[in-house]
């Protein structure tokens, strides 16, 4: 039956919902990149808290979220801002869930890596933002997953210039166990962030960012680069000593970043693979196999609802992620940890809705479409 959506205009246009999804199955592990998905926390609907305070998660199905990536081959990104951190989820929840996903990682053979960060503060000396630090990195290699090295609010709060960057990223660099992932998070992310590296401009914060991983080669597995700016990541991956990866991060260009040229490749850190987790799987099969083609015909065609999903404000994705995650029935309601769920208007949602319909992301159309329904009655357009 057809739908009658609202668009940006506040005009209800007509919309045939798909019948059938895209058949997509678990299949072996990548060969020619490392991928990972930025995953996305479950609420617990029924607990009685407001936004503000601390986050209740419903842990059976967060897990169960996390195995559904893991039957496809990805990794997982943990506790990321895909997780909502800094937006609902503190650093006590954050704890747990690293804790919880790597036990579960282990018992399924799933591999994980885990965001560092410092978001027991808000700001402190320098002394106090590596202490932060280094209570997470203890958390995550205490629970025996890969360390993100996540950019730090207090930090840039903090910082007096790139000095104070290298000083605290070589601290923690010297004493991780193993190398780490530094994340390079843009402001349109997370607004709190702007001047990372000690600059607003964005060549004076490449070099820092690059010195610091040229003092550092061996303790660096990899940079995750979410700046949004294609051919800046391009120039960036280059600039890298041998054996550093560079994981792209941009939710608007990922496919020809991930393609590469004759020159390199990115591999993926992405929160877009959340919902797209087995159609970007499938590609990246195809990839390995040297087909380029075909990888860019299976995941060019998701730009457009990657896009909209991360439009400005960039840093209200997660909504959209979370509202596929329901109507794919990965979960049986549309609530955020903070309330969140209140963050894009009902336009922006049916579009994400007709988007991901379109390419075939539901495994059950028909659930989608009747979740769909019940969420236009609740806002009162009447079908």
Known sequence: MTLRLPDANGALRAYEPRTEPLTLTPGSA??????FSAAHVVADPYADTTPDGPAAVDWDATLAFRRHLWSHG?????????????????????????????????ACGGRIACGVGTDQLTAGTLAEVRAAYEEQLAVVEESGAQAILMASRALAATARGPEDYLEVYGHLLRQAAEPVVLHWLGPMFDPALEGYWGSSDLDAATGTFLEVIAAHPDKVDGIKVSLLDAQREI??????????????????????LIAGDEQGFSHALLGIFDPLGPLA???????????????????????????????????????????????AG???????????????????????YELADGLGLFPDPKLAEERMRNLLSLYGVNQ
Not at 238 to 249: A, I, K
Not at 296 to 324: C, I, M
Not at 330 to 352: D, E, I, Y
């Open 281 to 327: 799987a499938e590609a990246v099969r195809v990839l390995d196999t040297g087909n380029t083609e075909g990888f860019r015909a299976l995941l060019d065609p998701t730009v457009e609802l990657s896009r909209h999903l991360f439009q400005a404000p960039t840093r209200f994705y997660k909504t959209g992620v979370v509202f596929l995650a329901w109507l």
């Open 30 to 35: 990548f060969t020619s990149r490392t991928v």
């Open 330 to 352: 990965h979960q049986s309601h549309f609530t955020m940890v903070g309330g969140l769920q209140s963050a894009r208007s009902l336009p922006h949602l049916a579009r994400a």
């Open 235 to 256: 120039d960036l991956r280059r600039r890298l000593p041998q054996g550093v990866r560079c994981y792209t991060g941009d939710d608007f260009n990922y496919p020809e």
């Open 74 to 106: 990805l990794g997982v990104a943990e506790a990321m801002d895909t997780a909502q951190r800094g937006m609902g989820l503190d650093w006590a929840g954050a704890a747990e869930l690293i804790r919880r996903s790597a036990a579960e990682a282990k």
